[in-house]
Nanobody, 123 residues
Framework: QVQLVESGGGLVQAGGSLRLSCAAS????????MAWFRQAPGKERAFVAA????????FVAASVEGRFTISRDNAKNTVYLQMNTLKPEDAAVYYC????????????????WGQGTQVTVSS
């Protein structure tokens, strides 16, 4: 079992930045592919970014490419999502997720989820 706890959400003006953190506990963190998803009201949960277990490869959604960066620190059991140049359409609940297999962009592929952290972007 892996427990995930997100933090770092909040209210920011358009054009601003936030860094989300996801702290993992439980089994060996370094063996898991990690991802961030987001869900806005009335919409399905959508892929944002993902990273392989060793950080060797990263993947980001086209809608956030060039603005968002995923990273991880296996020594701290933490994965991050740096979000720059935020737009009102980035507002959502952001979820951290983990899986033991290869990286996936599909939410149903992930075994473990955090509780989510709210990001609000004012225009």
């Amino acid at each position: 079992q892996v427990q995930l706890v997100e933090s770092g959400g909040g209210l920011v003006q358009a054009g601003g930045s936030l860094r989300l953190s996801c702290a993992a506990s439980g089994r060996t963190f370094s063996g898991y592919a990690m991802a961030w998803f987001r869900q806005a009201p009335g919409k399905e949960r959508a892929f944002v970014a993902a990273m392989t277990w060793n950080g060797g490869s990263t993947f980001v959604a086209a809608s956030v490419e060039g603005r968002f960066t995923i990273s991880r620190d296996n020594a701290k059991n933490t994965v991050y999502l740096q979000m720059n140049t935020l737009k009102p359409e980035d507002a959502a609940v952001y979820y951290c997720a983990a899986r033991t297999a290869i990286v996936s962009t599909y939410p149903v592929s992930y075994n473990y989820w955090g509780q989510g952290t709210q990001v609000t972007v004012s225009s």
